[in-house]
């Protein structure tokens, strides 16, 4: 498979041609909101109370400050001991899962074999989403859902920069995926006024 992102203009593999990579994600702890939610809370918990330390008058902040400090540190700590085992299942074989768009398809991968555990060609979708209420900002990720026909074909949970790869989504099936083209939209490209 051709790595789209080593060109130099992206896109120019056509699916007819082969399939080739345009992105890929894997998941974040987001995947698993029942331990993330918590986790950032602590965070930021651990957080805001040393920032609302150094709002006060700077005698003060001082003053409290060694006391403020240990205690942010194992909150923080706590929130991250929670976190480590979500986290390296990122890397064990049979945990790990990958989302990979190619100009044909978005697949879901499992393990280290990259098998193929879930796929939608392009040719498919219809809209990308984000599911309502899956946003965690602390970790810059939310779940995905591919719809066709109102029926959520896939759901991606987890995915880190969600939006971008919402767009890059979006792109690939209105570059490759599209049954029918814009009738404004050409094939080949003609000079005005040519027949």
Not at 143 to 172: H, M, T
Request: positive net charge.
């Amino acid at each position: 498979m051709a790595d789209m992102r080593t060109q130099a203009i992206m896109g120019i593999i056509p699916p007819t041609v082969g399939e080739a990579r345009i992105a890929e994600r894997w998941p974040t702890v987001a995947a698993y909101p029942f331990v993330s939610k918590p986790a950032a809370a602590l965070q930021q918990l651990a957080k805001g109370l040393i920032v609302s330390i150094l709002k006060l008058h700077w005698l003060v902040a001082v003053a409290l400050m060694p006391f403020v400090l240990p205690l942010s540190f194992v909150i923080a700590l706590a929130a991250w001991l929670m976190l480590a085992p979500f986290f390296f299942l990122k890397i064990l074989p049979g945990f790990m899962t990958r989302y990979l768009l190619t100009n044909k398809r978005l697949i879901v991968q499992r393990g280290w074999s990259r098998k193929i555990v879930q796929e939608v060609p392009l040719s498919e979708m219809e809209k990308v989403q984000v599911v309502p209420g899956s946003e965690q900002p602390f970790y810059t990720s939310a779940d995905l859902e591919i719809l066709s026909n109102g029926k959520v074909l896939l759901r991606l949970p987890g995915v880190d920069e969600y939006e971008q790869f919402r767009v890059q989504i979006e792109n690939a099936y209105i570059a490759w995926g599209r049954k029918e083209h814009p009738k404004e939209q050409a094939y080949p490209a003609k000079a005005p006024g040519s027949a």
